[in-house]
């Protein structure tokens, strides 16, 4: 089973970026996807997630109203839409898959059994 995540690159500030996460060796069509994100020296954080129909979604308060998680089942893949970036979304971004169907939108990094590599996003201020 493998995650892998693109998109990342650098963006000047108030920029915009769309990350996708291409899921393949099964199936996350009945699972809960989500993001996170670690910039240097910090820790893994919470950035997004959304349920197995997309008809619930978390976001971190950080990025509620500029990002954006959907997913296309019929392509086992997740994106982030995240506009109006700030210097301080600069990090490693992570897809995640919840091993369990049906699933919440955990925000718990714990909670999820499958990650991608990352992708970098830098926004210069």
């Known amino acids: 089973v493998q995650l892998q995540a693109s998109g990342g690159g650098l963006v ?3 920029g915009s970026l769309r990350l996708s996460c291409a899921a393949s060796g099964r199936t996350f ?3 809960v996807m ?3 994100r670690q910039a240097p020296g910090k820790d893994r954080e ?3 997630a959304l ?3 997309g008809g619930s979604t978390k976001y971190a308060d950080s990025v509620k109203g500029r990002f954006t998680i959907s997913r296309d089942n019929a392509k086992n893949a997740v994106y982030l839409q995240m506009n109006s970036l700030k210097a301080e979304d600069t990090a490693v971004y992570y897809c995640a898959a919840d091993g369990s169907q049906y699933g919440f939108t955990w925000s718990d990094p714990g909670k999820y059994d499958y990650w991608g590599q990352g992708t970098l996003v830098t926004v210069s201020s």
Request: proline share 0%; glycine share 14%.
């Open 12 to 14: 000047q500030a108030g």
């Open 34 to 36: 989500g993001w996170f």
């Open 51 to 53: 349920s197995w129909n």
């Open 46 to 48: 919470f950035v997004a």
């Open 29 to 31: 069509s009945r699972n």
